[in-house]
């Protein structure tokens, strides 16, 4: 294959569509050609597809080019599946949006398909982010033992919501979302663990409410929920996700994973980017992970899809991965749902 930039097409320019033709217009080994939706689509979307490419300056097209290299799927989270199997039944690559599918048996489908066609198929994730890697090295370098316990935040300013989310009704609308902050958010966290750690989740037990949102509230979804999980070799985190009325940073949310360690703790911030690590003998080195870029991880999910597409090099983020976390997040409104713990669906 050419070095040439990969021919891209995006499939649905709803959500964070925009913020994605960015990133791929300062990338040098991808190229925006074409912006494209399905005649199912709502008009609404494809109102937004087409502003996408008129903001891009390409062309809305009525099917994906043969020639095609990669399709971003970008459509509402409750279409992602059917996008993105339409494209690889049409023989594309593809990257999706989070959360990969809305339901274990979506992404599992997905899984199917990216496996017998022999496609690239993943989804945008957080677990290539500066102050993630740099968090992983210092654990993976031994400085805080083995990991007993997580705990991972991932909390949005409910102040910037109407501009960090162009329609809202795709957070909070579950025929649009699939569920609301648990579904949009918790796959991150479920991710941070198991780079962090090596562990699987196992078991969780979740709670949930609309405590601060109107908007959530009248949509009966929920904008705040804490999820305790039992992960392999006895690993045990705590998860909050939330659309709060204040997140503490400076930007439209904090990210945060702090993990106990046997010999030390270590927390690691997004925000900043920076990890802090505490050893036993009460010394404190403070890291700086990077710059923080806007767009890090989906420039990097591009890193990794165009490697795999040229030279057949293993994603650092797979179909697999997007689907532990899904399987987590179902078990998890299992778990809301009839109050008891739910075992996580174990994959092959």
């Known amino acids: ?3 040439a930039p990969l021919q891209t097409v995006i499939f649905s320019g709803v959500r964070h569509a925009r913020n994605y033709a960015d990133v791929i217009a300062a990338h040098p080994d991808v190229e925006l050609v074409a912006v494209h939706d399905s005649d199912d689509a709502p008009d609404w979307a494809h109102a937004d597809t087409r502003a996408v490419a008129e903001r891009s300056g390409v062309p809305v097209v009525d099917s994906i080019p043969d020639d ?21 039944e049409a023989g594309h690559h593809v990257l999706i949006d989070k959360p990969a599918a809305t339901t274990l048996a979506d992404v599992l489908a997905l899984r199917a398909m990216s496996r017998e066609r022999q496609l690239v198929c993943t989804s945008v994730n957080r677990t290539l982010l500066a102050s993630t890697r740099r968090a992983k090295a210092t654990i993976d370098a031994g400085h805080i033992g083995f990991a007993r316990s997580v705990d991972v935040e991932f909390l949005s300013d409910g102040a910037q919501f109407a501009t960090a989310v162009e329609r809202p009704e795709l957070v909070i609308d579950a025929t649009l979302s699939g569920g609301g902050e648990i579904m949009n958010f918790m796959g991150y966290c479920i991710d941070s663990v198991r780079v962090l750690t090596g562990c699987e989740p196992l078991e969780v037990f979740g709670y949930s409410a609309t405590a601060f949102s109107e908007l959530h509230r009248e949509a009966g979804a929920e904008d705040v929920a804490v999820v305790s999980a039992r992960f392999t070799h006895g690993v045990v985190a705590t998860i909050t996700v939330g659309r709060i009325p204040a997140a503490p940073s400076a930007g439209p949310g904090a990210s945060t994973v702090r993990i106990v360690g046997s010999h030390g703790h270590l927390l690691a911030d997004d925000s900043k980017p920076a990890v802090a690590l505490h050893r036993a003998n009460r010394e404190v080195d403070a890291i700086h992970a990077g710059s923080r870029g806007e767009h890090e991880a989906v420039s990097e999910m591009l890193h990794d899809v165009v490697g795999a597409i040229r030279h057949g090099q293993p994603l650092r983020y797979t179909i697999d991965d ?27």
């Open 322 to 348: 997007a689907a532990i976390a899904i399987a987590a997040i179902e078990a998890t409104y299992r778990s809301i749902e009839t109050g008891r713990p739910v075992a996580v669906a174990q994959l092959d």
């Open 68 to 88: 095609a290299d990669l399709v971003i799927v970008c459509s509402e989270p409750t279409r992602h599946a059917a996008c993105a199997l339409a494209a690889m």
């Open 1 to 3: 294959m050419s070095d």
